[in-house]
């Protein structure tokens, strides 16, 4: 190829590239597969390869490129970047729009989610990202420039025209909840201190010398505030939402336009109701004056901004006491520490136990029996010790130490690092508890109502022994233990009937095999196209798949070879659980180009299951009736939707109907 036509291939490429992305991460609203995506990028790779004097320092390729630093520049802001007054009462909210009424009279307000993470300054010229910074002592930062490259959601290059000379952005870099926790897991098998919180997680991350280490560490966007530039463009707040996402940028979609106190309540209420069901932490909402004429006119404080608060929500942190620490066995026979504790409310939820996690992590905080401790909780996950308090001058109990044999079994107990270990597998009814409750979760089958209390009458009944024994449960076994009632037995038998019918990647995880989290269980189902393949895969073809290294490898294969686990599994298989295809398999992409929005409640398979099965087949599941959509699917007690699909004369399908289509299609369902 020649040079001059190499650089068009690039060109277009690259242009290609970067619209997939905002389509991705701005619009949430991908177009292409993920296969069809590699294969553009490869593309672009092989190409720049070719003609290595055609790079430029904003291609998609170049993300992790930069060398370890020494330490790390100071910045100076292009403009400085002010904290915000805040506070959880309702009456400095009042106080603070009362302020405003009495300066410049009533004005618009736009509020949004407070996102709990590492703010940063990212300034572009002409478009090109060019500096990003921390938020440091305001007015100079750190300069994170090649770690902030490294986040796939940070765009290198601006999208659209009007992008010439200096633009400043405020945004704040978070890790999503479920990915600190499994960073945390990897830190501790690494002998690595973990974070407290998803915030400090981002942090840390952000200021790691090596922007290789930053590229591992799953970072993730949202742009909230334009600081500089574009003036004659964006004249309030909402525009400059719209504008920013034109070019690009993430912005969350939550924000609304507000004029009252109530409104904002309202906002605040919303938010905070959802709050456990977020990907990631909010600590509150963010009221700010639209019209940025105003917010000039109102000016700064010393220290904050005079058109600005944040209305935050309860702290989900507090300081409590130890009342006692036990072990506790988990499912794959790890022993945890757990401190039970003088019961505290945080956020609104109130906690009795907190994990202190390991041996090594008990003795380095030194938190013993009778200790105060500060306890913290995030999203819906099991609250830690963070820290013990000082009481000087108290006298303490002795250090704890962990027991020899297991709680549940027994059994001489192993030390494996710093992590302590029951070996006796499923035959520790504390770990076969572990087992069911992992495989009934959430984010594996999803059975409603099957926790830890009754999975736990089940193993101490006798009525569950392993796995497959779930779904040979009658509702009159189930009725006998404490707690059920008919209606109750009825619908536990029935949940666990419909959570039969699963996607590959949520079979994969709930299975609990060592290490493999949620995201490593949809690598997998990706990568393989087949269950089968995925058992009888060797550790060199498990490391093929993103996200699994050698220790990983070896751990999965050594899963799958194990003599009581190809029992269960095939137990499970042989008539308990029907896999629906994922994406990659034969069935993939039948449902590509077609739209479909689910309303009112189905039988045979929860709504969620049912959207993720219509984009796991090429399909997209949104939530919004236009013309454009071919199908609403309607369940029962259908709200609106159902009427403005009627009207659109959108075709409708009831659950039968859609699952005819599926399997009219070749899926099995
Ligand atoms: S606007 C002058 N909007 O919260 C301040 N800040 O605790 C303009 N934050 O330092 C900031 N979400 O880094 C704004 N939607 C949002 C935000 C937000 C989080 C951060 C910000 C600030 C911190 C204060």
Sequence with gaps: MRRSEAEKSIRELRAQIRHHDYLYYVKDAPEISDEAYDGLFNELKALEKQFPGLVTPDSPTQRVGGIPLDKFPTIQHVVPMMSLDSSQDEAALQRFIDRIRKAV????????????????????????LVRASTRGDGRRGEGVTENIRTIASVPLRLRDSHTEGVLAFRGEIIMR???????????????????????????????QLDPKITAQRPLDVFVY?????????????????????????????????????????????????RRDDLEYELDGVVIKVNDLAVRDRLGATSHHPRWAFAYKFPPRKEIT?????????????????????????????????????????????????????????????????????????????????????CPSCGTLLLERGPYTICPNGLECPAQLVGRIVHFASRDALDIEGLGDETARLFVERGL?????????????????????????????????????????????????????GAAVAREL???????????????DELEAVPGVGPKMAERIEAFFREEHNQRILDGLLDDEVTLVQPKGTAASGVLEGIKMVFTGGLGRITRREAQELVESLGGRATSSVSKEIDYVVVGTDPGSKFEKAQKLGVKTLTEDEFLELLRSKGVEV
């Design 105 to 128: 009279g009533d004005v618009g307000y736009v509020v949004e989610p407070k996102f709990d993470g590492a703010s940063v300054e990212l300034v572009y010229e002409d478009g090109v």
């Design 177 to 207: 909840i479920r990915e600190f926790e499994e960073l945390n897991e990897r830190l501790m098998v690494e002998g690595k201190e973990p974070f407290a919180n998803p915030r400090n997680a981002a942090a840390g991350s952000l200021r």
């Design 225 to 273: 505030d334009l600081l500089a530039g574009a003036e004659d463009e964006v004249s309030t707040q909402w525009d400059a939402r719209a504008v920013l996402r034109n070019w690009g940028l993430r912005v969350h979609e939550e924000a609304r336009r507000v004029s009252s106190v109530e409104q904002v309540l309202d906002f605040h209420r919303d938010l905070y109701e």
């Design 321 to 405: 006491r130890v009342l006692r620490i036990f072990p506790s066995v988990g499912r794959t026979g790890v022993v945890t520490p757990v401190a039970m504790l003088r019961p505290v409310n945080l956020g609104g939820v109130t906690v009795s136990r907190a994990s202190l996690h390991n041996r090594e992590e008990v003795a380095r905080k030194d938190v013993r029996e009778g200790d105060r401790v500060r306890v913290q909780r995030a999203g819906d996950v099991i609250p830690q010790v963070i820290e013990r308090v000082d009481e000087p001058g108290r006298k303490r109990t002795r250090a704890y130490q962990m027991p020899n044999h």
């Design 464 to 516: 569950v022994r392993q796995l497959p024994d779930l779904f040979h449960l009658a509702p009159g076994q189930i009725v006998e233990l404490e707690g059920f009632a008919e209606k109750s037995a009825a619908n536990l038998v029935d949940a666990i009937r419909r959570s039969a019918l699963v996607e590959l990647h949520r079979f994969v995880y709930g299975l609990g095999i060592p290490e493999v």
């Design 525 to 539: 189902a990706r990568h393989f196209r087949s269950f089968d393949e995925i058992r009888q895969a060797t550790g």
